[in-house]
């Protein structure tokens, strides 16, 4: 994918989602700080029960995330297996039964441009890839809210961010939640709901 001027490569698409067309109703997630780990802690997964790979890849700054999905419990002994493959290396681990079907659209994200009035968007900015897919499922499962966009990682050194849209009471409501269950985990970086944005932000988001 290139930039909308053509001069250079985009670096902060999502890792491509593949995998064949069995259920994904629950998904499991390894963050690891170096890629060799998360490499050789994939395999060792993959070995251990029958999951899917949704991605495996290096992210920046120099982490590697591979995302499954499978029934509960393989995802469950996978995951298990992978934390302790890991090790020390081990930055975030996920474990997310009946995903909202919104996030798994969220990482294949395709761009576009909002045309009018947003109500209200609310954004939350995280340390990890893993809280953010938690955090944009439990926004989702709280109020009446849709995902606008999920990025994870790369482009922007690590982090990963995602904003829902909907009306007011029901944006900051669902920012609420997913941002005590953040900070629970130490994983909270900044959280913000702006009513009513400016039509040309919107735009931009």
Do not use: W, Y
Not at 5 to 20: E, I, W
Not at 78 to 107: C, F, K, S, T, W
């Amino acid at each position: 994918m290139s930039e909308s001027n053509g001069s250079k490569a985009r670096n902060d698409v999502n890792p491509s989602l593949c995998g064949g067309s069995g259920p994904r109703d629950c998904i499991g997630l390894i963050e690891t700080s170096a890629i060799a780990s998360g490499i050789d802690t994939a395999d060792q997964l993959l070995k251990a029960a029958h999951v899917e790979l949704l991605f495996s890849s290096p992210v920046q700054p120099g982490k590697h995330v591979t995302l499954l999905c499978g029934s509960v419990e393989d995802v469950e002994a996978a995951l298990i297996v992978g934390r302790e493959r890991a090790a020390g290396d081990l930055v975030d681990l996920l474990h997310l039964p009946q995903v909202h079907a919104q996030v798994l659209a969220g990482l294949e994200r395709r761009g576009g441009v909002i045309q009018g009035q947003l109500d209200a968007v609310g954004i939350i900015e995280v340390s990890t890839v893993a809280a953010a897919l938690l955090g944009a499922d439990l926004a989702l499962k709280t109020a009446t809210v849709d995902l606008l966009d999920l990025r994870i990682a790369n482009g922007l050194g690590g982090k990963s961010f995602f904003v829902v849209t909907g009306e007011v009471s029901d944006v900051r409501s669902a920012v609420m939640a997913a941002s005590r269950q953040a900070e629970a985990a130490g994983r909270l970086l900044r959280q913000v709901v702006i009513p009513q944005p400016h039509p040309e932000l919107s735009r931009h988001l």
